[in-house]
């Protein structure tokens, strides 16, 4: 059996203080119950799983992926892998060569990973910097094609680690399920124009022009109405899955400083919370494998093993810590030993290593 509580509470650590996975609404978390909702699902019905990841950091005129995102990609991927499900690894290519350095070092095949464009233009270009599905050719005719084709048209399940998705519009305010009225006229007043339907860093910067589309991965799912149910991991709001929670608690949890402008809009079927977005893409993958009672597959996935994963990226891309923006092998400003902690316990917990119990 799993200790679902204990296992939530691990990737619900805080340490950097973003506020959201600590965050507690009439005594619970926010996304209270989802990780073990996810994980069954995944066990259940995976058969083929598409994978969106890579967080832009901009900083002047450097651009890079962030360090939270890619790693717990790659170690579900790898899971998933070895469960023998179909694993598509989908990012844009800030991101991509972090992917390359992972595949290579864990053995998982290249044909895995697939680019996602961006829009013609400069990132500063009116096409890139706003999201107008309209204007959006690349985009729209790369979602057509993905999702009609090869890997995409077999999708079970679409899932996002750490992927920046487009903020809030009066009209996504009015959309979601509440028990009251919509706030509509505080996020008009706190909101510029500007700052809808755009995609942000923490700061409240708009990375919009430097983020490929891959929002519309998971629109277009929900607007066809296709059978892939999707994940969304975060540990911001500003990232794709926080749609699911009402823009006011989002703004709650984490507030301070641009909380308002940079909540995320697209909700996904299933969305879990994390002080460090790899940290739900640990216990998503152990839980998922552990459901399937395949745990000694798990017996060298551990804190070692992740480690030299990080310090590999770092060290052969240009990638970041996404709160520092320095070129180390951090993640969120924390040092690996206190990154990798929650890994080595939930290993613990989930007794990889052991014979499953029956």
């Known amino acids: 059996m799993v200790d679902w509580p204990a296992l939530e509470g691990l990737v619900h650590r805080d340490p950097g203080g973003r506020g959201l996975a600590s965050f507690r609404a009439a005594g619970s978390s926010l996304d209270v119950g989802q990780l073990r909702a996810a994980a069954d699902h995944l066990a259940l019905h995976a058969t083929s799983v598409g994978i969106v990841t890579g967080f832009c950091a901009v900083a002047g005129n450097h651009v890079a992926a962030e360090t939270d995102g890619p790693p717990g990609a790659l170690f579900l991927a790898r899971a998933l892998t070895a469960l023998g499900i179909d694993v598509s690894l989908i990012t844009d290519s800030y991101a991509l060569p972090l992917l390359k350095v992972g595949c290579e070092l864990w053995n998982l095949s290249p044909t895995i990973l697939v680019e996602f464009p961006s829009e013609e233009g400069s990132p500063n270009s009116t096409v890139r910097a706003r999201n107008d599905r309209l204007a959006d050719v690349r985009t729209e005719s790369w979602v057509d094609e993905f999702l009609a084709t090869g890997r995409g048209q077999h999708l079970s399940h679409l899932i996002a680690i750490e992927r920046a998705g487009p903020s809030h519009t009066l009209e996504s305010i009015a959309a979601q399920p509440r028990s009251g009225p919509a ?29 490929a589309k891959t929002h519309r991965l998971f629109e277009c799912v929900g ?28 703004v709650e949890a984490i507030g301070r400083g641009p909380a308002s402008r940079i909540a995320c809009r697209i909700a996904t079927d299933f969305t879990l919370l994390a002080g460090v977005s790899n940290w739900a893409a640990y216990a998503l993958a152990l839980a998922t494998v552990r459901l399937r009672e395949a745990n000694n597959l798990g017996r060298g996935w551990d804190a070692r093993q992740e480690r030299a994963l990080i310090e590999a990226i770092v060290r052969q891309t240009e990638a970041v810590d996404g709160v520092t923006l320095r070129h180390e092998p951090t993640v969120d400003g924390l040092e690996l030993d206190v990154c990798l902690a929650p890994l080595v316990e939930m290993r613990k917990l989930l007794r990889y290593g052991e014979q499953p119990e029956h």
Do not use: Q
Not at 186 to 209: K, L, Q, W, Y
Not at 233 to 244: A, K
């Open 183 to 211: 706030p509509s006229e505080r996020f008009a007043t706190e909101v510029p124009a500007a700052h809808r339907d755009v995609c942000h860093s923490m700061r409240g910067d708009s990375i919009n022009g430097y983020t």
């Open 223 to 250: 607007e066809r109405k296709m059978p892939i149910t999707t994940i969304g991991i975060g540990d911001g709001g500003n990232e794709i899955g926080m749609g699911v929670f009402a823009w006011e608690l989002i």
